[in-house]
């Protein structure tokens, strides 16, 4: 009788049905430290590996809607999806009076999810954290996704979506959107993004303002916004 001709032995199906996370934890309740790093780069490269490919997949749909439709809908697109994520999350913050620093915290945890190595710095007013390099917006202009035929959409022109200036990547633009979301909601911005002169050979600016009055008129300016209470 012949055998069963097979890819895979039982033990490739078991490791391969398990979640790398319960592999890991198995690795170090074994004092195997050698094996448990091994398998914390796999996982690392299995999170980034599906981290791209949505923001592919998300960059090259807001393409299309910039070519087909235009703008004007591509910002009422972007407007609907950052609502359905951006609001949520900062509802999930702590709100109580002395939580900066647990929703500073939260921020950047969230950051982090883009696999990037962070880097952090705090004065008096603020504190502001780049991503080297940013994991999304700074790794597709680095990667060439925004030239060549098969090129991702550049918006051009002053608007809304690129902060005012003369161009700006798509997938960046739904920075504007959060800040104006908050706004509108919470009368003033938790953060704000002061992008690159040019986005992948310089870092971006995620600053978090310690007291929201302190926020500068010149980020809600951008906006096409005038300052509470500003004169």
């Not at 998300?58 to 299309?64: G, H, I």
């Not at 709100?95 to 190595?117: C, D, N, S, W």
């Not at 200036?165 to 704000?192: N, S, W």
């Not at 993004?193 to 951008?222: L, M, T, W």
Request: glycine share 8%; net charge neutral.
């Amino acid at each position: 009788m012949e055998k069963p001709n097979r890819l895979l032995s039982n033990e490739d199906i078991a490791e391969m049905e398990k979640l790398t996370v319960d592999r890991l934890t198995e690795a170090i309740d074994a004092g195997n430290l050698e094996g448990a790093k091994k398998l914390a780069r796999r996982m690392y490269n299995e999170f980034l590996s599906m981290h791209d490919l949505y923001r592919d997949w998300t960059v090259a749909t807001l393409s299309f809607v910039g070519r087909r439709f235009g703008d004007k809908v591509l910002e009422e697109a972007m407007d609907a999806g950052v609502k359905a994520w951006w609001g949520p999350n900062l509802d999930k913050m702590p709100q109580e009076p002395g939580a900066l620093r647990a929703r500073v915290k939260m921020f950047a945890a969230g950051i982090k999810a883009h696999l990037q190595p962070l880097h952090i710095e705090e004065d008096d007013e603020k504190i502001v954290m780049q991503m080297r390099p940013c994991g999304s917006g700074a790794r597709l202009v680095l990667e060439g996704k925004y030239e060549g035929p098969d090129a991702m959409y550049t918006i051009k022109g002053p608007q809304l979506l690129t902060y005012g200036r003369e161009d700006f990547p798509v997938y960046c633009a739904h920075e504007p959107l959060m800040e104006l979301q908050d706004i509108k909601t919470h009368g003033a911005p938790f953060v704000v993004i002061e992008p690159a002169h040019e986005i992948g050979k310089q870092h971006c600016n995620f600053i978090i303002y310690k007291d929201k009055s302190k926020v500068p008129a010149k980020y809600y300016e951008r906006l096409g916004l005038k300052k509470p209470g500003a004169q």
